[in-house]
């Protein structure tokens, strides 16, 4: 789970293993906590994108694309997303297969971008850094998809997913300052083909959650 904090809203991205988990997680856990008095949700179609930056510009890796994996893929992702660090060994004993196996698989996602393994620091904690969360409507016959492209091609745009609501998509931009960020949203994002329309939410604070703790 990661919580955003977006200047007066509060933004919490769930992360659920199917739709009867993620409605009781909203309606009896998240609706019930102390001061929330209204919710507005966008389901999760796509993870479209995502590259863990904590610093604006080009970066020579490029970031991780949704790519259907095998069941023994996804179960030793899982294990080593509470610890990158951990060892094959410890890993093949948690799925049930050889640490070779282990190894093979591992390298495969990673040569694939279906994985990455990295230091994970909040954006927020380095100086100078403006952080906003961006919603975006795509054009009436337009496809989402081509827009959903440019953004993970942008070199400040560390996140894109493809969801449903009053967006069609939302994205992460990572920036050196307030003024950085405007010029990017002015240069880059509305010169952006068939889009009709966005809403900038400027990040207060943010807070990380491991998976599954």
């Known amino acids: 789970m990661m919580k955003r ?18 409605r009781d997680a909203i309606e009896r856990r998240i609706g019930a906590v102390a001061g929330v008095q209204s919710m507005e949700i966008f389901p999760g179609f796509s993870l479209f994108y995502q590259k863990a930056r904590f610093l604006s510009g080009p970066s020579e890796e ?72 961006l919603g975006l409507k795509i054009a009436a016959g337009s496809r989402s998809y081509e827009v959903a492209d440019r953004l993970a091609n942008e070199e400040h745009v560390s996140y894109v997913f493809m969801c449903g609501g009053r967006f069609d998509i939302f994205a992460e931009l990572i920036c050196d300052s307030d003024e950085h960020l405007q010029d990017v949203v002015e240069t880059r994002i509305r010169s952006i083909e068939h889009l009709m329309s966005f809403e900038l939410f400027l990040y207060i604070d943010l807070h990380y959650k491991l998976l599954g703790s």
């Open 5 to 22: 904090w977006l200047g007066g809203l509060g933004g919490v991205e769930v992360i659920s293993k199917d739709r009867d988990t993620l």
């Open 62 to 133: 490029g970031g991780v694309r949704t790519v259907p994996l095998q069941d023994v893929d996804k179960q030793i992702a899982l294990a080593l997303s509470g610890d990158g660090r951990l060892p094959f060994r410890a890993v093949a004993e948690t799925v049930g297969v050889s640490e070779t196996q282990v190894r093979a698989r591992v390298t495969a996602m990673l040569e694939s971008r279906q994985m990455s393994i990295l230091a994970i620091m909040n954006p927020l904690a380095f100086r100078e850094r403006s952080v906003a969360w």
